[in-house]
């Protein structure tokens, strides 16, 4: 990593409030170069609370692109941080409308070209492809990294028409915590508490809607731009990692988009900016190349960046089983289309007769994380024992390697004796020693193989074929190597299962697995600089007892077949701000299953947030809870946030609903 301190402007940095047509103010920090000349403006717009939560992140790009001559700016979204206002759904209309009316702000000031530029990972990602959909016309450019064009089905709440467990709970319930964080008096003044109260009295739980809604209806279809990729007007550069459970987006952007609009850009990266080397690597210069893209798009200049690939993809070489790899080895490889002349899809027929797939409850406890942050238990380890408790069917590589490319492709032939259930397929790379490595997996709700816009019960006791995609990657198989497709009927705790699921029939016979062979090309001209940043916000972070917590804790109670998995998702943990701010924040997950009954599945969530000013004397707190189990016909939900000001209770309510199973 090279940190940068010397830029071809001075910079100045200034906090102010941006006026929305209702009178409605939201909360910016603008990174601004030292010139008289007018400057392009690039947005990153969240809710995440930039005077703290993501300030040393922020601090790590946006004064770099304003010493390139940009005005980066930085938004809280209405009700969260310093913004006023009270908070609304993810992604909802207003947080759109807001995003326009900001951009429309930025255009307008005498220090702006004119030019509007994008960017963000995740929600910010997100939010920078739904306004680009929008097209206001000073947008002209954005990057989206780790994001999603179909809230429904690559998002964090649904998979191949399945709930979630993982995701769907762990996302409600952190936001759960984060949108009940306050104001901070050293930005808003007196008024924090007034602020904070009104935004407690609106908090409603995510999680009621988005199990209210499980299939996909109008209410996924808002902010998924690929209803209608025409849309979009603004030139995209889609970033994405091998082991983000966004990548797909990248392909369907590169597939569906005007060449002339659009760049992809995959790597073996987890949901992380490329630029932070954290792990899996390598990390390249992210920045430098979204430089260039701002550059031409923005500018005007002619630098050759539309001259690259329309995809450029890390195919990851052979690697051993491991929750984390600081770099992985590989190469990157070139495609001028998407779907790609160099990809051919491969047919491999599942051999063998009628098998019956009915796998423990507790099969996926060796997913690894839906979210891989790059932290040390992120990813999946040795799949032997999962692979164990599935129907698996091997394919030698006995000439060459094979190298993929794109999303492999199931089909099977399943008789199943009860209306509901659902399917796993994982596609494992088995080395000679026997160990088996995750490559990539995809998940369909039998009830949703008609179109995950409906919920059709299984005619009982009939066959019928379902096909459906495993989720992208770049990998190769090497000579000698055996490629393991493993089929299961559960996959605790990411896929929530299904009331009286039993399994189902497989019948090999007409089933296969369909792999995106990629000829092996030599693309040596594609190379990354070295990551580099401007300096560090300086934020320290104090040891806590809490780093001795696993990561990922699996407990077996043999008597009682019960299987528990704890989870510390470490997303910050403590840190202390040069202007003197104390944040604290400690979070477990815990998943629960017993082995034999698929109504026993339970999820809680237990957050503490503490934030404090000693030179103030501000000392807030809050806490909650979240919890979801099932029975046969609905969804049990239980929340509770409880708030303090200097250690008295000024808030505390608590959520307790049950919502039908509709396709769940």
């Known amino acids: 990593m090279h940190i940068r301190t010397e830029f071809p402007y001075e910079t100045t940095r200034e906090d102010l409030y941006i006026p929305l047509p209702d009178g409605t103010r939201l909360y910016a920090r603008i990174w601004r170069p030292v010139t008289e000349e007018p400057v392009p403006a690039l947005l990153e717009y969240l809710p995440y609370r ?13 004064p770099w692109y304003a010493g390139h001559g940009y005005a980066s700016v930085r938004v809280d979204v209405r009700g969260h941080g310093n913004s006023e206002g009270i908070p609304g759904d993810e992604y909802d209309a207003t947080e759109l409308a807001d995003g326009v009316a900001v951009i429309h702000w930025l255009a307008q000031q005498e220090w702006c070209s004119g030019n509007v530029g994008m960017f963000g990972i ?9 306004l680009a959909a929008l097209a206001p016309e000073p947008l002209k450019a954005i990057v989206t990294v780790c994001s999603t064009d179909d809230r429904y089905d690559n998002d964090v709440h649904y998979m191949g028409g399945s709930v979630l467990a993982v995701d769907m709970h762990a996302w409600a319930a952190t936001m759960l915590a984060f949108v009940s964080r306050p104001p901070d008096p050293e930005q808003v003044g007196e008024k924090w508490k007034e602020m904070w109260l009104n935004r407690l009295e609106a908090v409603e739980p995510f999680i009621h809607t988005w199990l209210a809604h499980q299939t996909r209806d109008t209410y996924w279809k808002h902010g998924s731009v690929c209803e209608d990729y025409g849309a979009i007007k603004a030139s995209v550069l889609a970033v994405g990692g091998w082991h983000d459970p966004y990548r797909d987006t990248v392909l369907r952007l590169v597939e569906h988009l005007a060449p002339a609009k659009v760049r992809g850009l995959i790597g073996p990266w987890s949901h992380q900016y490329p630029d932070r080397e954290l792990p899996p690597g390598p990390g390249i210069g992210f920045l430098q190349e979204t430089l260039r893209w701002w550059d031409h798009h923005l500018k005007g200049a002619d630098n050759g960046v539309m001259n690259e690939p329309l995809l450029r993809s890390w195919i990851s070489g052979s690697h051993p089983p491991a929750t984390a790899y600081k770099t992985l080895p590989g190469r990157w490889v070139g495609d001028a289309s998407w779907p790609s002349e160099n990809v051919v899809p491969v047919v491999y027929a599942l051999q063998g007769g009628p098998q019956i797939v009915l796998s423990p409850q507790q099969t996926g406890v060796d997913a690894g994380c839906f979210f891989p942050f790059g932290n040390d238990g992120d990813l999946p380890p040795d799949q032997r024992d999962e692979d164990a408790k599935s129907v698996s069917f091997e394919f030698p590589v006995e000439d060459a390697p094979i190298e993929i490319l794109g999303r492999p492709k199931v089909k099977l032939h399943i008789r199943m004796a009860v209306p509901r259930g659902q399917v796993i397929a994982r596609l494992c790379d088995v080395a000679p020693d026997g160990s088996s490595t995750l ?25 019928e074929d379902v096909t459906f995609e495993l989720n992208g990657i770049g990998h190769t198989f090497p ?26 029939t497989l019948d090999a016979v007409g089933s296969f697995v369909e792999l995106p062979v990629r000829r092996h090309t030599e693309d040596n001209g594609i ?3 070295e990551p580099e940043q401007s300096e560090p916000l300086g934020v320290v972070y104090p040891a806590t007892l809490d780093e001795e917590r696993p990561e990922r804790l699996v407990v077996r109670d ?13 997303y910050g943990g403590t840190r202390v701000y040069p202007d003197g701010l104390e944040f604290t924040e400690d ?3 815990t998943y ?59 808030f505390h309510r608590t959520w307790e609903k049950r919502i039908p199973r509709t396709a769940g």
Request: net charge negative; with cysteine; proline share 5%.
């Open 50 to 62: 930039l005077s703290d939560w993501t300030a040393p992140r922020d601090w790590q790009r946006h």
């Open 122 to 130: 995740s929600w910010g990602g997100f939010n920078s492809l739904q």
């Open 439 to 463: 490559v990539t997996r995809g998940v369909l709700n039998l009830s949703a193989r008609h179109g995950r816009d409906r919920a059709e019960d299984w005619p009982v006791g009939e066959t």
């Open 479 to 504: 000579r000698g190597h055996r490629i393991r497709l493993a089929v299961s009927s559960s996959y605790w705790p990411w896929i929530w299962p299904q009331a009286g699921s039993a399994g189902f």
């Open 527 to 529: 190379s990354f600089g």
């Open 558 to 570: 043999v008597t009682k077949g019960e299987w528990r998995m704890e989870v510390d998702p470490r």
């Open 587 to 589: 979070a477990v997950e």
């Open 592 to 650: 629960t299953i017993q082995e034999k009954d698929p109504l026993s599945a339970r999820t809680r969530s237990d957050w503490t947030i503490r934030l404090h000013r000693p030179e103030m004397a501000w000392d807030v707190e809050i806490e909650t809870r979240s919890e979801i189990g099932a029975d046969a016909e609905d969804f049990i939900t239980s929340n509770e946030v409880i708030c303090k000001d200097g250690g008295e209770v000024v």
